[in-house]
């Protein structure tokens, strides 16, 4: 059957294809329907953290799909109760409480209407090169042009400023500014990592001027960066976390982590399908894996490895190496599609992020060997 073929003439053309129908994943690894081999350095964009189908993970989603799959947020579910807990647990101490929903997107929406009936104010102050989501209040707090000019006007009470620049930074927070968010490392934007000046700054505006801090972990969340969650490398205490992407290995799930700050009342906000329990149990299990093979000191074990691997030969094509834990960005000298394509055609897939970055996310659990391959081709490619 050409399953190609199909999504060509019943899928909307939204997404650059690459010429592979994937049916199979292993830890590191993904297989196409002709057998071939793939390194993964994309990890779903930032999910497979634990790797593709790990045992654990895909017994617990098994077990739960023959116990009970959906029930709805009126009523007490026993794997969303553990979840909530093992969150919060797992989460910066300011955090007591989380909303559960269906991805990053929706975990940002509802930080955002959770900000203004919190704070009474409309504002938001987010960085240029952030990204944040699809949907219109997450769009909206996205700078990039291309993400947001086609669907204007769009919700008004944004403003943008350049990620580093304290002063730029000073100058916009308002006393109508509900709250301040920031990626503390762009993913999307480049692999652009906030100093950590920076970011204590960010903490210490807000604070004074009583607006909210949103740390959006979508991407870094889960061990990507070498600590459970970014905000533990600057010991940061955010008002409101949104995190999704890793936290359940492929189920869709998304989730918004609040603080005592927050005060919302019944009926302000819903959803139908977040803290289903398939996605819950699936949540659960990733997160064991997570904390009990010490996952997040793994990416920065194999980060480490792979940045010095990688510099052991000149790179004449790349301009700078960005990392935090196993979240890389090559900056290149010309376009990173043809690198992309020709990494592929040797069995890796790598990601872009923007025209001219590299960027690679690969699953926590990659070995030494794998990473050795995938250096040798990039080696190979951009020396």
């Known amino acids: 059957m050409d399953y190609q ?35 993964d350095c994309a990890a779903g964009i930032g999910v497979a953290n634990v790797g593709h189908c790990h045992p654990k993970v895909v017994a617990a989603l098994q077990q739960q799909a023959e116990s009970l799959m959906v029930v709805p947020n009126t009523l007490y579910n026993d794997k969303r109760s553990l979840l909530l807990e093992k ?19 929706e975990a940002v929406e509802a930080a955002l209407k959770f900000a203004r009936v919190s704070t009474g104010r409309t504002g938001f102050v987010t960085a240029m090169r952030g990204f944040h989501g699809r949907t219109m209040g997450a769009v909206s707090a996205t700078f990039t042009k291309k993400y947001r000019d086609p669907f204007a006007p769009l919700i008004p009470g944004f403003s943008y400023v350049p990620l580093n620049k304290i002063d730029k930074l000073d100058a916009a927070i308002t006393d109508d500014t509900a709250a301040v968010m920031l990626e503390l490392v762009q993913g999307e934007g480049g692999v652009n990592i906030a100093s950590a000046e920076y970011i204590a700054a960010a903490r210490e505006l807000c604070t004074q001027r009583g607006a909210l801090l949103i740390v959006d972990e979508i991407q870094t969340g889960f061990g990507r960066t070498g600590c459970n969650f970014a905000c533990e490398h600057h010991d940061l205490q955010p008002d409101m976390m949104t995190v999704a992407k890793a936290v359940a290995a492929g189920v869709p799930m998304g989730a918004t982590l609040l603080s005592e700050k927050i005060k919302v009342e019944p ?42 691997t990688l510099m052991s030969a000149p790179l004449s094509q790349v301009r700078a190496i960005r990392r935090q834990g196993l979240m890389i960005g090559l900056e290149l000298k010309g376009k990173v599609q043809p690198v992309l394509e020709s ?22 659990v990659i070995d030494e060997p794998q990473i050795d391959k995938v250096v040798s081709q990039l080696h190979r490619l951009l020396a």
């Open 5 to 39: 073929q199909l999504e060509q003439q019943y899928g909307l053309a939204l997404y650059p294809k690459r010429d592979a129908v994937l049916v199979r994943g292993n830890g590191a690894l993904l297989f196409d329907d002709q057998g071939r081999e793939y390194i």
């Open 87 to 105: 969150l919060v647990a797992l989460a910066p101490d300011s955090i007591n409480r989380a909303f559960l929903c269906n991805s990053g997107t």
């Open 267 to 308: 009926g302000m906000h819903g959803t139908t399908f977040g803290g289903n329990p398939i996605a819950c149990a699936t949540a659960l299990a990733t997160i064991d894996v997570l904390i009990d093979e010490d996952l997040a000191a793994r990416a920065q074990h194999c980060g480490e490895y792979l940045e010095r």
């Open 343 to 364: 990494l592929m055609a040797e069995g890796i897939i790598a990601l872009p992020a923007g025209a001219t970055v590299l960027r690679l996310l690969p699953p926590l």
